[in-house]
């Protein structure tokens, strides 16, 4: 028998449905009853122009210190899948599906998911082709780093940022260490300091 009746659709949860997840809010609603989950504040989903607040049925605020009782709030519902609507969801999405279903990408390994140097790694680990890389917040060692690569163009961005976010295609040893300098120790639009960590 199905954990769903006759009269009752599943539900999906969408983490921050802003950008992306808006369209994904619009793919679904025809076929899901929807909930919302705010990652933080700084999303402000409800004065996003892209976010169909229409679409939903219940609305949940993400708050660290009382962790336990979102997830149970959201439990509630038995969402079918918690999906990421933003790459600033991701984080949260697995942990709550994990949480809740035990299934899913283990939040141990989401910074795979977001930490582009590590994802490079993991990718070289499973037997596929990868692009030469370097991490660093020293800007005198990444233009180090491309003398000895010795290619006519790298890419300099953030390790976990978004889009298009200080993202620069440098040709020669000055411009990777200017863009180096422009990202090192800024505040990314995922609201994370640009350093090696």
């Known amino acids: 028998m199905s954990k769903y009746s006759a009269n009752c659709r599943p539900v999906v949860a969408i983490v921050d449905a802003v950008s992306a997840g808006a369209l994904v809010t619009q793919e679904m609603a025809g076929h899901y009853d929807l909930i919302h989950i705010e990652s933080d504040v700084a999303v402000n989903a409800l004065s996003h122009p892209r976010f169909h607040k229409h679409h939903f049925k219940a609305f949940y605020h993400w708050?660290?210190?009382q962790a336990e009782k979102c997830l149970e709030q959201i439990a509630l519902h038995n969402p079918l899948a918690i999906i990421p609507g933003h790459e600033s969801a991701?984080?949260?999405s697995e942990k709550i599906a994990w949480s809740i279903n035990g299934d899913g990408n283990d939040p141990?390994?989401?910074?795979?998911r977001r930490n582009k140097f590590l994802m490079n790694e993991a990718v070289g680990r499973a037997g596929l082709?990868?692009?030469?890389?370097?991490?660093?917040?020293?800007?005198?060692?990444?233009k180090n780093w491309f003398r000895q690569y010795s290619q006519s163009k790298v890419v300099v961005k953030p390790l976990d940022s978004a889009g298009s976010d200080d993202?620069?295609?440098?040709?020669?040893?000055?411009?990777?260490e200017d863009a180096a300098r422009t990202?090192?120790?800024?505040?990314?639009?995922?609201?994370?300091r640009n350093e090696k960590r």
């Not at 141990?108 to 795979?112: D, P, Q």
């Not at 440098?170 to 990777?176: F, G, H, L, S």
């Not at 990202?183 to 994370?192: D, V």
């Open 90 to 92: 991701v984080k949260l």
């Open 63 to 65: 708050d660290r210190s």
């Open 129 to 142: 082709k990868t692009v030469k890389q370097a991490a660093s917040d020293d800007p005198c060692v990444l």
């Open 167 to 176: 993202v620069y295609i440098c040709t020669n040893e000055a411009q990777v």
């Open 183 to 192: 990202i090192t120790s800024k505040i990314n639009i995922m609201h994370n």
């Open 108 to 112: 141990a390994t989401t910074v795979l």
